[in-house]
Nanobody
């Protein structure tokens, strides 16, 4: 079984920084894309940033220039460096892994983490 375990959430002041981590555990052959989504209270889940296995990135307009996604393919881990945080960044942040294969011939599946709360408040 593949699991995504997030860490790094918490309370941060406006203008501050925070780094989220997400490690995929289990027997994994390859992962296509990994990324972060967030869901604020009363709102739909939205894309924050994604990174392909080759390093291509995609960011939501609201976080461009402030957030940076990175990935360690050898560790099946994805990071989200968040700078200049704003109260509107407050949300539960979810890690996502797309196209996870446990063997070369196996089917690919997508997985979600359990979420980590980020609260931006003074």
């Amino acid at each position: 079984q593949v699991q995504l375990v997030e860490s790094g959430g918490g309370l941060v002041q406006p203008g501050g920084s925070r780094t989220l981590s997400c490690a995929a555990s289990g027997s994994i052959f390859s992962i296509n894309a990994m990324g972060w989504y967030r869901q604020a209270r009363g709102k739909q889940r939205e894309l924050v940033a994604t990174m392909s296995s080759r390093g291509s990135t995609n960011y939501a307009n609201s976080v461009k220039g402030r957030f940076t996604i990175s990935r360690d393919n050898a560790k099946n881990t994805v990071y989200l460096q968040m700078n200049s945080l704003k109260p509107e960044d407050t949300a539960v942040y979810y890690c996502n892994a797309v196209g996870v294969k446990r063997t070369y011939w196996g089917q690919s599946r997508d997985y979600w983490g359990q979420g980590t709360q980020v609260t931006v408040s003074s």
